[in-house]
């Protein structure tokens, strides 16, 4: 596997400058190397700059790769600020949440838990069973409105505060990263990181992490009491589980180590839905144009201080001073500069970085904020939108749908079907042979006992293969049955009886039972001695 190597701000080599999003120093030798020099970085076309008019058709298609169309590595620089603050307190809530929820139970159930062997979904102490296509298509339709709805409210406040993939790489791998190779821009220390041996040993540290992450996820799809048994029993008496943990153990290692921010650029669809889920009011992560431009440290002063704007002179600059600590800080390797883009995932880096270098420069902080496309072109923030409106409407009808047919399945399900093979049998003695299966699902979270019965056809004979029939926790058992009917109650070639189905908590069950039959009754035969 190989190693990312520095792309800040040059792949493969540290930068140059001594600049770090800790203690901002952005030297006039660096403002100048920035914007003039023509590597990659400075090369990320703006499209709507009037500094960049070269359009940069490598960075048109992917911000990580190369001009040669090889993979371009980013290592971005840590930028400390108020919302790195914050997103570490909230990353590290959930990785413990992430640890938690299968272990919490209610009603004796998992919180959250898709138990794929079983064929069992528990959610907030429902469960649902593969038979519940219309929950499930509800679940699935008003989760997927209410991210909607969310996208349209706070952008991609998901992708850069809470989703799994962004939590652990920026708040478990990177530091970890971080520790044993050094940051970028930031002197080398201790002999892991100066003897170039971190490199190497960090993979060890990488292993256990993604092993551990892979039983964390597992513990969402297999029960915690089958997940103990994996990893305290001996892998010979599980070679599947074991299989299972090792597979997913390297799914993580690789997604971690090699993949990264390529899942939320190439592999994850939601970045690529956002042209339509957001408005020009929703809230993003903004560079404030009107403020920055034109970008670029007053001329004159070659060698000196970084120069401030001077308002009303011919030279006067924006407030942005082509750092490109805003790039260099990107996970996903873009510039914020050039506008709203796919593959920002709203981690807001770009503005602590940002926000340090104002402070250190005395400008007012938020050249780069949280803010709407409406809200840069002087317009107010706009709440109430149409799709801001309509889509909560929408959840909650969905919800209210979902609610009522889950407070409607009963004990079981029940479905009652006509047998395989011919429609009817005569039989010598002049009856009627149908065959019909009687599909029970006990929905209970304990075994049950269910009786099935006839009615409503006289002389009818009622042979289930099972009677009782028992049947396990959130199991399907299909109990095929004969009934035989004298020919003379079948008229027209049809006849209709009642089957019962009762079991625990009072449950019962009447369906209309259709059998098949001659037109005409067949005269028994005569029996000779
Ligand atoms: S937007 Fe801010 S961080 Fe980015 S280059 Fe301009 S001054 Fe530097
Ligand atoms: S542009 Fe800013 S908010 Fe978007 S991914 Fe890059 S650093 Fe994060």
Redesign the pocket.
């Known amino acids: 596997m190989s190693s990312p190597s520095s792309a800040a701000p040059a792949p493969g080599k540290p930068p140059a400058s001594s600049t770090t999003s800790a203690t901002v120093s952005?030297s006039p030798a660096d403002?100048a190397r920035?914007s003039t020099r023509p590597d990659r970085l400075s090369s990320i076309a703006p499209t709507t700059s009037p500094h960049n008019d070269q359009s940069d058709e490598a960075r048109s298609v992917l911000s990580t790769l190369n001009d040669d169309g090889s993979r371009r590595w980013i290592q971005p620089k840590l930028s400390e600020g108020r919302f790195l603050t914050r997103r570490r307190i909230v990353a590290y809530l959930l990785i413990a949440l992430f640890v938690a929820l299968p272990l919490i139970h209610v009603n004796g159930k998992p919180l959250i838990m898709l138990d794929v062997v079983a064929r069992r979904f528990h959610l907030f102490g429902a469960t649902f069973l593969p038979t519940d296509t219309l929950l499930l298509a509800l679940l699935l339709v008003g989760t997927g409105l209410t991210i909607f709805w969310l996208t349209a409210l706070f952008g991609r406040v998901w992708c850069g505060w809470a989703c799994p993939q962004t939590v652990y790489m920026e708040f478990l791998y990177r530091p970890i990263e971080r520790l044993f190779e050094g940051s970028p821009g930031r002197a080398r220390k201790g002999w892991l990181q100066t003897s170039g041996a971190g490199k190497l040993l960090k993979y060890p540290i990488y292993l256990a992490c993604s092993f551990a992450l892979a039983h964390t996820f597992l513990a969402y799809f297999v029960s915690w009491d089958q997940l103990r048994h994996w990893v305290f029993g001996s892998p010979l008496d599980h070679p599947v589980g074991f299989g299972v943990v090792m597979l997913v153990t390297g799914a993580m290692m690789f997604d971690f180590s090699y993949f990264r921010e390529q899942v939320c650029i190439v592999v994850c669809p939601y970045g690529r839905m956002q042209s339509v889920l957001l408005d020009r009011h929703s809230l993003i992560v903004r560079?404030d144009q009107k403020r920055?431009e034109p970008?670029g440290r007053k001329q004159g002063k070659p060698g000196g201080d970084l120069a401030l704007p001077v308002l009303g002179t011919a030279d006067r600059t924006g407030?942005?001073?082509?750092?490109?600590?805003?790039?260099t800080?990107c996970p996903t390797g873009i510039?914020?500069?050039n506008g709203l883009q796919m593959e920002c995932v709203n981690c807001t880096q770009?503005i602590d970085?940002?926000?340090?270098?104002?402070t250190k420069?005395g400008r007012p902080r938020g050249?780069?904020r949280y803010s709407s496309t409406a809200a840069m072109e002087g317009k107010p923030l706009s709440m109430l939108r149409p799709r801001v409106v309509l889509y909560p409407m929408l959840i909650a009808l969905v919800f209210t749908l979902f609610t009522l047919v889950l407070l409607n399945t009963g004990v079981a399900d029940v479905t009652v079907m006509r047998g395989l093979g011919p429609p009817f049998t005569m039989l010598e003695d002049g009856r009627v042979l149908n065959t019909v299966r009687v599909k029970i699902v006990n929905r209970t979270d304990a075994p049950a006992e269910f009786r099935i019965a006839l009615s409503g056809l006289d002389g009818a004979e009622f042979k289930p293969l099972a009677d009782p029939v028992l049947i396990k926790a959130g199991e399907m058992v299909t109990t095929p049955a004969q009934v035989l009917v004298s020919g003379s109650a079948f008229k027209r070639g049809h006849a209709e009886g009642q089957i019962l189905i009762s079991g625990p908590k009072n449950f019962s069950y009447t369906s209309t039972l259709s059998l098949m039959g001659p037109h005409t009754a067949a005269e028994p035969k005569e029996t000779r001695p």
């Open positions: 952005v403002a920035a560079y920055g970008r407030d942005c001073v082509d750092c490109h600590l805003c790039v800080t510039d914020i500069r770009c970085a940002c926000d340090a270098v104002m420069l050249l780069i």
